[in-house]
């Protein structure tokens, strides 16, 4: 008798196992759990005072990146403003744009934000140095000091400022 037990318990353990040996529910799939996604920003970046903005390549990783929507803000609103701050782009390649203020320079931070469709969200930061427009002297003398609309020499405070005949590029500001 011990035998039959026995044989029975070794034939209903692996059909247990197996949901049931025929005609069961079928084995569902493993539930995914949302998860935050994440986003990878290049190193600090440097820009120029003036330029048009730098597009910076950055990466969004979710389960579905295309619905992932990128928020971006610095700490210093005098330098880059929220709106001077934008993304572009979907799915997981992206760009953000940042363009600083006209004439500024300095340092900030940049935060940069992803949520997803069922608002879970990740933030990155990155340094962002705007260092100062660097320009000729000739090149700045020729802006600040343009003839006038009649080709007459412009005055300021009193001072003329002309253009002698042999030095046509301003190469005596030069020196």
Same mark, same amino acid.
């Given at each position: ?15 247990? $196992?197996?949901?049931?040996?025929? =005609? ?19 190193? %600090? &970046?440097?820009?120029?005072?003036? %330029?048009?903005?730098?597009? /910076? ?5 979710? !389960?579905?990146? @295309?619905?992932?929507?990128? #928020?971006? #803000? $610095?700490? %210093?609103?005098?330098?880059?403003? #929220? @709106? ?6 979907? @799915?997981? !390649? ?11 320079? @300095?340092?900030?931070? /940049?935060?940069? #934000?992803?949520?997803?469709?069922? =608002?879970?969200?990740?933030? +990155?930061?990155?340094?962002?140095? +705007?260092?100062? !427009?660097?320009?000729?002297? &000739? !090149? ?11 080709? $007459?020499?412009?005055? /300021?405070?009193?001072?003329?400022? *002309? ?11 030069? *020196?």
């Amino acid at each position: 008798m011990k035998s039959q037990r026995l044989y029975l318990a070794v034939l209903v353990l692996p059909l247990a $196992a197996c949901g049931g040996g025929g =005609g069961g529910d079928p084995v569902s799939p493993p539930v995914q759990v949302n998860q935050a996604p994440s986003v990878a920003v290049p190193a %600090d &970046q440097v820009l120029v005072a003036n %330029d048009a903005g730098k597009a /910076i390549a950055f990466t969004v990783s979710d !389960e579905t990146p @295309g619905s992932v929507s990128v #928020t971006a #803000t $610095a700490d %210093d609103q005098l330098l880059v403003a #929220t @709106g001077d701050v934008t993304s572009d782009g979907s @799915g997981r !390649e992206r760009t953000l744009v940042v363009t600083p203020g006209e004439d500024r320079a @300095g340092a900030t931070v /940049i935060t940069v #934000t992803a949520t997803d469709s069922a =608002g879970l969200s990740a933030q +990155v930061r990155f340094a962002v140095t +705007v260092n100062p !427009e660097q320009r000729s002297m &000739q !090149e700045f003398a020729r802006s600040e000091f343009p003839a006038g609309a009649d080709g $007459a020499p412009s005055l /300021i405070n009193a001072v003329e400022f *002309l253009r002698d005949a042999e030095d046509d590029d301003f190469a005596d500001l030069l *020196l």
